[in-house]
Structures are given as structure tokens and as C-alpha cells.
């Protein structure tokens, strides 16, 4: 079982539209990342969260750590938002990832219609 | 400052050949992790250096093996190809005792 859990998989929306995609993970972590993917695979960070919550332009990012859950928030969301959002946690002892190693999230393919 | 870079970009290989994939991170980054992304299990870690140590590995057999040098440029190695090792692969490099990491854009491994 994925230690970490994104919904929705797919989400198709309209542009302007709120967007927001969800993260939960079962084990105890350090810190989360919320990273984007465009298609060509090329991955950027778009935060690094380990208590409370970040802004950066349109995007939002909170974390919750005692429901170990986060979100990411896209405010009046653009065709050039399309792609895939991973959430990863980087956690405390060895899981699978290492103690240093991330572990991702499935990913929520996010495609914004003009 | 240069982002991190990967060479190849791209490389197609046969069964049961090896492949070496670089990856030179950003200036004054030492630490270098490497991961696979494939569609089925999306991405995964692999190993983790640190002044050429590594310092960690993920559940991959034996035939993934990577090596870091004194410039901290690193190398991975996966000898006898599967076609499941079809995949992308991307290293990271961040500065030591941060968490913030930097992605390189990956190499796009086919095994046929």
C-alpha cells in the first residue's frame, strides 16, 4: 500500500475555476513536497512544507501534520497549469524511501480548459 | 547558477546490455539523489550519495548500483537490462542538511 494517498487521480476543470488537490500519508514525516510535472518529464518544486501553510503567486500549499494531510490550492487556475501535481513526504527512519529518500504520491493529472 | 543536468537525454538499449546515466548537480550540492518514474508504479527512490557515501537505498535489486565522485557528479548503473527498466529516470541534488531539492530533467531510458 502507497504510503501516500493523492486524490483526485484526474481532474479536468474549466480556467478561473479554485483548484484543489489533496495529499494524505500514513507515516511520520519531516517535511512534504508539492512538485509539478509538465509533459517532456521535467519536474519542478513548487514547495516544501513541514508545519502551516505557503503562498506563492496563485498557488497555496497547507499542511495539516496531526491529520498528517495536505492540500494545494491553484486560485483563478490557467491553461498553463495543466499538468501532474506529486505530492512526496520525506520521512522519519526508513519506510522504503530511506531516512533521507522521498516517497511520491500517484500524482493528479490536472488539465484546465481555456 | 547551471541547473542540474543528465546525459543522456534520451537511450535506447537491448535485454541484457548495462547502461550508465550521469547526472551533475547544482554548484555546491552534494548530496545527489536518484530516482524511476514508470507509469505503473509512478516515481520511486533509488539511492541517495553524499560525498561519495551512499547514504541510503530504495527496494531495487542489486543490478541498480550508483557511485558519486569528488566533484559530486554521480553516476547510476543498471547492468543486465529488463524491459520493465523502461523508464525515466531523474536525479536530484540538494545542499546537505536541507530538504529543498532540485531536479534534473531525466533520461528517458527504453530497453527493447
Known amino acids: 500500500k502507497n504510503e501516500v494517498e493523492q486524490s483526485p487521480q484526474n481532474l479536468t476543470a474549466q480556467e478561473g475555476e479554485f483548484i484543489t488537490i489533496n495529499c494524505s500519508y500514513s507515516?511520520?514525516?519531516?517535511?512534504l513536497h508539492w512538485l509539478q510535472q509538465h509533459p517532456g518529464g521535467g519536474i519542478v518544486s513548487l514547495f516544501m512544507?513541514?508545519?502551516g501553510k505557503k503562498k506563492h503567486g496563485r498557488l497555496i500549499a497547507t499542511i495539516n501534520i496531526q491529520e498528517k494531510h495536505s492540500s494545494l490550492h491553484i486560485t483563478a487556475s490557467h491553461p498553463r497549469d495543466s499538468a501532474v501535481y506529486i505530492c512526496?513526504?520525506?520521512?522519519?527512519?526508513?519506510?522504503?524511501?530511506?531516512?533521507?529518500?522521498?516517497?511520491f504520491g500517484k500524482g493528479t493529472h490536472l488539465i484546465i480548459q481555456p | 547558477k547551471a541547473g542540474v543536468t543528465q546525459t543522456p537525454r534520451y537511450l535506447i538499449k537491448t535485454r541484457g546490455q548495462q547502461v550508465t546515466l550521469s547526472c551533475s548537480p547544482i554548484?555546491?550540492?552534494?548530496?545527489v539523489s536518484w530516482y524511476q518514474q514508470t507509469p505503473g508504479q509512478g516515481l520511486q527512490f533509488l539511492f541517495e550519495?553524499?560525498?561519495?557515501?551512499?547514504?541510503n537505498k530504495g527496494n531495487f535489486p542489486g543490478r541498480f548500483s550508483g557511485r558519486q565522485f569528488s566533484n559530486s557528479r554521480s553516476e547510476m548503473n543498471v547492468s543486465t537490462l529488463e524491459l520493465g527498466d523502461s523508464a525515466l529516470y531523474l536525479c536530484?541534488?540538494?545542499?546537505?542538511?536541507?530538504?529543498?531539492?532540485?531536479f534534473g530533467p531525466g533520461t528517458r531510458l527504453t530497453v527493447t
Open positions: 536530484a541534488s540538494r545542499v546537505a542538511g536541507a530538504y529543498e531539492q532540485y
Open positions: 507515516v511520520g514525516i519531516s517535511a
Open positions: 512544507l513541514s508545519s
Open positions: 512526496a513526504v520525506r520521512s522519519y527512519g526508513d519506510s522504503g524511501g530511506g531516512a533521507d529518500g522521498l516517497t
Open positions: 554548484s555546491g550540492h552534494r548530496s
Open positions: 550519495y553524499f560525498s561519495e557515501t551512499q547514504r
